[in-house]
Structure formats: structure tokens, C-alpha cells
């Protein structure tokens, strides 16, 4: 079996799933943490090309321009739940990201799309190249919660990584990633394109034992 034909199957079931599979949050978890403090960029880094743009603008952080990422410079980070509020424009295309390396590249670490109109057609939701959202849930200009939750596990004997994803408060799956491909690391969001514009705000994290 393909790795591919795995991994679709792999989230077809964690979709089917999702309402038996229960975590186990202690109350002993740490409180939210604020990674970006809605005036400066303090924390984080632009990893890419010069002509890429992120700035603080209305109390959100915007990025604009050609391809780079940017990298928040605490962590690494292991299991935890993460949140952001997020904008993209019409047309756009953005990303956030999670366990990606320190000075990641597109394909370094899982990454949840941020997209609403883009042409490609994996849209907010979805995990991408492993679970992936066809429906429009946000519309393009509208803000909207992004939360994950995250945590290496076993599941029937097997090791695994569960990401829980939410998006306005609806959980959509629970993703099972056999593989543990991406073990601990940084957060970070994408700039895709020049034409695309994301604006996030309010982005904080939870660690969990």
C-alpha cells in the first residue's frame, strides 16, 4: 500500500472517528501563553526572500509579498494546543505551521492551510498532503479561530501524533499520523505569493504533558 493510499485512510478513519476518541487533558496543563504581543514582531523571524513583507499594522501582523516564512523564535515545542486568529484576502493562500524546523522551507513541518479562494483547492481545515478540507468553512476577509490540538499518543498498541482541528469552535477530525513525521519544533506562518495578503492576531499556546 502506497504511503499516500496510508495516509488517506489513515484520515478517512480519524474522520469517522473522531467523536470516540477521547484526550486526556489534565488539569494541571499550563494556562495560554501569548506568543505575539499586538504591537511588535518581538519573537519571531522572517525566514526567506527580502522582497517578503511582515509588519504590524491595526494590532495584527501582515504579511505581504513574495514566498518566506515567519518563524516564531521560542520552543520547540512538542505537545501542546495552539491558537491563532486568521485573515486571508480573496485569492490568497497562507499557512500555519507546527513542529517545523527553526528555519523552515514549505515542506518543513505539518502545516494547516490557510485558504478560502485560492486555485488550489485545499482549503482552511485541512492538513496538508494528509487530510484535506474540499469546503469553503471561511469565507475570504472574515476573521476566523484556528485551533489545534497536538500530542504524541498510543493508540491500540501503536505509537502515534493525534492533531485535533478546530476551526470557529467546530472540530472537524482528529488526525492520526502513524508516521510521527514531525517529532517537536517552532511555530510559523507562510507567505505564499505576492498575491496573497494573511493577517493573524491573538496567536497563543497551551503545553501539554
Keep these: 500500500m502506497s504511503n499516500m493510499l496510508t495516509r488517506s485512510l489513515s484520515c478517512t478513519f480519524a ?4 467523536i470516540c476518541l477521547v484526550s486526556t487533558i489534565s488539569a494541571e496543563d499550563a494556562k495560554w501563553t501569548p506568543l505575539f504581543d499586538g504591537k511588535t514582531l518581538d519573537g519571531w523571524e522572517k525566514v526567506g526572500n527580502d522582497d517578503s513583507h511582515w509588519e504590524v499594522k491595526e494590532g495584527a ?5 513574495n514566498a518566506s516564512m515567519l518563524v516564531n523564535t521560542t520552543g520547540p515545542y ?5 491558537r491563532a486568529e486568521v485573515k486571508i484576502n480573496d ?5 500555519l505551521y507546527f513542529r517545523t524546523t ?6 518543513d513541518g505539518y502545516e494547516a492551510q490557510i485558504d478560502s479562494t485560492h486555485s488550489d483547492p ?8 494528509m487530510c484535506h478540507v474540499y469546503k469553503e468553512l471561511v469565507k475570504p476577509g472574515e476573521w476566523f479561530t484556528y485551533e489545534l490540538e497536538v500530542r504524541d ?35 510559523a506562518f507562510q507567505q505564499h505569493d505576492p498575491g496573497s495578503k494573511v493577517s493573524i492576531r491573538k496567536v497563543e499556546v497551551q503545553p501539554l504533558k
Excluded: C
Design 102 to 107: 527553526r528555519r523552515p522551507g514549505f515542506m
Design 61 to 65: 501582523i501582515q504579511g505581504t509579498g
Design 78 to 82: 512538542k505537545n501542546f494546543k495552539y
Design 122 to 129: 485545499i482549503r482552511t481545515g485541512s492538513i496538508y498532503g
Design 15 to 18: 474522520m469517522l472517528a473522531a
Design 153 to 187: 499518543d498510543v493508540w491500540r498498541g501503536r505509537e502515534m501524533t493525534r492533531i485535533k482541528v478546530t476551526v470557529d469552535g467546530d472540530e472537524l477530525y482528529e488526525y492520526l499520523d502513524f508516521d510521527k513525521t514531525f517529532k517537536e519544533g517552532h511555530f
Design 91 to 95: 485569492g490568497g493562500n497562507s499557512g
